[in-house]
């Protein structure tokens, strides 16, 4: 397994190696000696989730108040675009943003530091995502902005066909930084 920094300080993307024969292949999703060694504490994993999305469905962008939330995201069938976006104050890289195409043919998978923003859109007929994440869910915390907010200035590579009332109603990215200074 190897691992790529990105240009957003603490975030990861983990490349598995794949093996293949000829009953197909094989590949190890997660070594914690290695994310370890990266600075990642797997032991701090509470809980995995999974979505199952259509091409098109667009979920973000999300993140999470308070000492927010780190999470490891992987599609474990099909392909997204994820995205994310440094909602951290004072980094040097705020406001930037990443992204990386999940699949199931490569097995990467995004190390998710707290204090980003993160989404994505399916780009195959369907796509399941699976996250591990360090913190049980508090709806209180919960942080949106609109996936096609203007300011963030995100090319989602396929158009959005269908997306959350939620998301919808996300506010903007100039709300979040005015609720994150107060």
């Known amino acids: 397994m190897e691992v790529e920094e990105t240009p957003l300080a603490g975030l ?8 293949h024969d000829e009953r197909g292949s094989f590949t190890r ?3 914690s000696e290695i994310a370890r060694s990266h600075g990642v504490d797997s032991s701090s994993f509470l809980q995995e989730s999974q979505s199952r999305s259509w091409r098109g469905v667009v979920r973000g962008m999300h993140g999470r108040s308070g000492a927010g939330e780190a999470k490891l995201v992987r599609c474990a069938r099909g392909a997204v675009w994820d995205v994310v976006v440094d909602a951290r104050g004072g980094s040097a890289t705020f406001g930037q943003s990443f992204s990386v ?4 043919i490569a ?6 530091p707290p204090g980003f923003l993160h ?9 399941d995502v ?3 994440i360090d913190r049980p869910h508090e709806p209180r ?3 949106a902005v609109h996936y096609a907010d203007p300011d963030l200035d995100i090319a989602w590579p396929v158009p959005a066909a269908l997306v959350s ?4 109603a996300a506010g903007s990215w100039s709300d979040l930084i005015s609720a994150l200074d107060r």
């Open 12 to 19: 990861l993307v983990f490349v598995p190696t794949r093996l």
């Open 130 to 132: 699976c996250y591990r």
């Open 119 to 127: 989404g994505y859109v399916v780009t195959s007929e369907v796509a």
């Open 29 to 31: 999703t997660f070594d």
């Open 107 to 112: 097995f990467r998978h995004l190390y998710v």
């Open 165 to 168: 009332a939620r998301d919808q």
């Open 101 to 104: 195409v999940l699949d199931d």
């Open 141 to 143: 915390e919960d942080l």
